[in-house]
C-alpha cells in the first residue's frame, strides 16, 4: 500500500482475505476528487495488474476472456470480446463456479434485478462486499458536505437483493446513525413523524417512492427543516421528478445515492455540482467505455453509446467488458469541482422494448412520438399491456393503457396519442392486430404507476386485466 493512496481501514492485515489466501492487492484512493488524472490512472493500472495476476493463478476463470492474461494497460481491453449478461447467465454459479476467483466458500451472494428476466446469481467475496461499501461511502461524502449525520434506509430488503444491505453499511462508513425503515415502511401511516421526532436529516429511496414522501401534500410540511438530503438509487431520477422536488422542497439536496448494479457495485458517484443522470466513475476500481456496439468501437466523448464496464478484483467475481445495460455518455468539459474523474452521463436503458402481439416496440419510439404531443419524459409515462383472457366480454386480446403523470400537459385525449403512436410503422401494426381491443389515456398522480418491489418504475408493464 503507497502512502499517497491511504488505505481504507479494512485493508490491514487483520482483516486478510482468508479466501483468496492472501490480503488484497486492489488498492482505494481515499478521495478521488484530489488526485491528478496521471495518479489516478496509476492507481487503475496497479489495480489492473492486481486482476490479471489473479486470473493467471485461476486458468477456469481467465477462460471466460480469451486474451485477459495479456492485458497490460486499461486500452488493451479493447481487444477482448463483450460479456453479456446472457454469458453471465450461462456460466454463473450455480450453472459453474468458473467466474469465481479463488475458494468460493465464503462470501455474499446476489441477484441481479434485470428485467428481462435473465437470472444473474454473484458470488462476491467479503473483501468485494467491503470495498463496495467503502465506494459507497466515498461517493457519499463526495455529494454532501457537510456528511448526513441520520440516515433512514427505505430500500428493499432481502430475496438476493444488495441494496438495503449495501445502504446500511455506506451509513456505519461515514459514519452516520443508520435508521433501517426498509420498503415498506413508505406505507405506514407513522413512518413521516418518526423521520421527524428523530431528526432524520437524509433519506435513502427509490426515485418514486422518495418523490412521494418528500413532496406528498400530507407529509411535505411535516418534514420541511427536517430531512435537507435525498438520496436516490435504482433508476434515473428523471426531469419531471427532479422538478417536483425543486418546486416543492426548494430546501432539498437531492443526489444520486449511487449508480451501482448487483454485478459491479458502484460505477459511478456524484459531487456537490453534480446533477441528474451524471456521474464521476469510481476509476480506481474500474474501467468504463462507453461503445459503439454495432461497430465495436470507442465512441468519442460526447457520443451516446452502450456503458461496458470491467471490475478490477482480485477475489469474488471479476467481470471484463461487462454490458450493464446501460446508455449514455462521457462529458467533454471538466467537471467544476475539479476532480479528474470522468464524468459519465446516462441516458436510459439500452434496447428498453417490449413484444406486444409479436410485435416489438421501443421506448425510444413511443416517446419520439408522445414527443409530438408535447410528452418528453419517459419517467411521466407508463405503457400498459392489459391481456385479456378466454372470459372477457370479447375473447382473448389485449388493450393497451397509457398512464401520463399529472406532470403532462393537459387536454391530450387517447385518439391523440392513437394518432401520434399510428405514424410509427411498428405501431401501426400494433393498432391493427386482431386481438386489439382499444388504448385508453389515464392521466394520473405519478404514485399510481406500477412500481416493482424493488422501487423500479417500468416504462412497459404487462399485466392480466382484472
Ligand atoms: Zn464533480
Not at 173 to 190: I, K, Q, T
Not at 205 to 220: K, V
Not at 419 to 446: C, I, N
Request: one cysteine or more; hydrophobic letters at 35%.
Amino acid at each position: 500500500m503507497r502512502e499517497t493512496t491511504p488505505s481504507p481501514r479494512f485493508h490491514d492485515s487483520a482483516s486478510r482475505d482468508l479466501t483468496s489466501g492472501g490480503p488484497s492487492a486492489i488498492e482505494l484512493a481515499e478521495n478521488l476528487d484530489t488526485l491528478s488524472r496521471a495518479q489516478l490512472e496509476d492507481i487503475q493500472q496497479r489495480n489492473l495488474a492486481a486482476t490479471v495476476n489473479a486470473l493467471r493463478q485461476n486458468p477456469d476463470v481467465a477462460a471466460s476472456w480469451p486474451g485477459a492474461l495479456d492485458l497490460r494497460v486499461a486500452r488493451d481491453l479493447l481487444k477482448l470480446p463483450l460479456f453479456s449478461p446472457a454469458d453471465l447467465q450461462e456460466t454463473c454459479p450455480p450453472a459453474s463456479e468458473n467466474l469465481v476467483l479463488g475458494d468460493a466458500s465464503a462470501g455474499l451472494v446476489l441477484r441481479s434485478s434485470g428485467t428481462s428476466g435473465l437470472r444473474k446469481m454473484i458470488y462476491h467475496s467479503w473483501e468485494f462486499s467491503r470495498r463496495v461499501s467503502y465506494l459507497g461511502s466515498r461517493g457519499v461524502r463526495s455529494a454532501l458536505k457537510p456528511r448526513p449525520r441520520r440516515v433512514a434506509n427505505f430500500l428493499y430488503p432481502g430475496e438476493l437483493n444488495g441494496a438495503f444491505g449495501f445502504a446500511q453499511e455506506v451509513t456505519e462508513l461515514l459514519p452516520a446513525m443508520a435508521f433501517p425503515m426498509g420498503s415498506s415502511a413508505l406505507a405506514s401511516p407513522e413512518t413521516p413523524e418518526v423521520l421527524r421526532d428523530h431528526q432524520v436529516d437524509t433519506v435513502i429511496c427509490s426515485p418514486s417512492a422518495g418523490t412521494q414522501l418528500l413532496t406528498g401534500d400530507d407529509t411535505r410540511e411535516l418534514l420541511a427543516g427536517v430531512v435537507t438530503n435525498f438520496l436516490y438509487i435504482g433508476e434515473i431520477l428523471g426531469e419531471s421528478r427532479e422538478r417536483r422536488l425543486a418546486a416543492a422542497r426548494p430546501d432539498l439536496t437531492v443526489r444520486s445515492f449511487s449508480y451501482s448494479t448487483s454485478e459491479t457495485g458502484p460505477i459511478g458517484y456524484q459531487c456537490a455540482y453534480q446533477r441528474g443522470s451524471t456521474h464521476h466513475l469510481h476509476e480506481d476500481v474500474l474501467v468504463v467505455e462507453v461503445i459503439d456496439t454495432e461497430a465495436e468501437r470507442t465512441q468519442p466523448d460526447g457520443r451516446v453509446g452502450e456503458v461496458v464496464v470491467t471490475t478490477l478484483t482480485d477475489s469474488g467475481m471479476p467481470l471484463l467488458r461487462y454490458q450493464i445495460g446501460d446508455e449514455g455518455y462521457i462529458e467533454t468539459e471538466p467537471c467544476l469541482c475539479g476532480s479528474a474523474a470522468r464524468q459519465l452521463t446516462l441516458t436510459g436503458r439500452v434496447g428498453q422494448s417490449m413484444n406486444v402481439d409479436s410485435t416489438t416496440i421501443s421506448r425510444d419510439l413511443v416517446m419520439e412520438r408522445l414527443g409530438t404531443l408535447g410528452i418528453t419524459d419517459p419517467a411521466d409515462c407508463q405503457f400498459q399491456v392489459v391481456q385479456h383472457g378466454p372470459d372477457g366480454p370479447r375473447g382473448p386480446g389485449f388493450s393497451i393503457r397509457l398512464l401520463l403523470s399529472d406532470r403532462t400537459p393537459t387536454g391530450v385525449t387517447a385518439e391523440d396519442a392513437i394518432a401520434a403512436l399510428y405514424g410509427a410503422y411498428h405501431m401501426g401494426r400494433v393498432f391493427t392486430a386482431p386481438s386489439y381491443r382499444g388504448l385508453t389515456l389515464e392521466r394520473v398522480d405519478g404514485s399510481a404507476f406500477h412500481h416493482t418491489p424493488r422501487g423500479k418504475t417500468p416504462f412497459f408493464v404487462e399485466r392480466p386485466a382484472h
